[in-house]
């Protein structure tokens, strides 16, 4: 399946949004899709270490976990009705089983679920991915810089 989206800027080539968001599902760089998104695990890299692409005009914001609690609630939920139609087990047993199911898949989706969405919007030329924006302009004149970490 190829998603295209139509490009009004002749400048700006197409990319296939479907194969941007699979990288970005992978944890992989939407433009190369060898690179590492991220360089822990949600804190997505100022720019991709295979092809230098730079990763830190996304802006996924609140819609990586609204999406992830949206997806494990359509899975646990139906299945936590069912076992409890079906079996009737006990409160602890319930417990036990599905609050760490819960946990655990959101632990696993929302990171894919954030580099899907970036990969989303690097494939439309969103927000700082375009050639033409302005970070400047975005920030009020405060272009934010990386984050320098040094090990002690
Ligand atoms: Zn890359």
Known sequence: MT??????DSHCPPRNVFQAMFSGFMLKCP?????????KYLKVNHQCDHCSE???????DDAPP???????GHIVVPLMMAIEVAYKPNLWLQLSVWLPLTV????WILPR?????IG???ANY??????????AEEYGGHVPQPVVETKV
């Open 3 to 8: 998603i295209k989206i139509k490009n009004t």
């Open 120 to 122: 989303l919007q690097w």
């Open 113 to 117: 679920v954030k580099g899907a969405l």
């Open 126 to 135: 969103m927000h700082g991915f375009h050639p033409d924006h302005d970070e």
């Open 66 to 72: 609204y999406f992830t609690i949206f997806i494990v």
């Open 104 to 107: 655990a898949l959101c632990y």
């Open 31 to 39: 433009s190369c899709n060898q690179g590492r998104i991220f360089g």
């Open 54 to 60: 730079e990763l830190h005009f996304h802006r996924a």
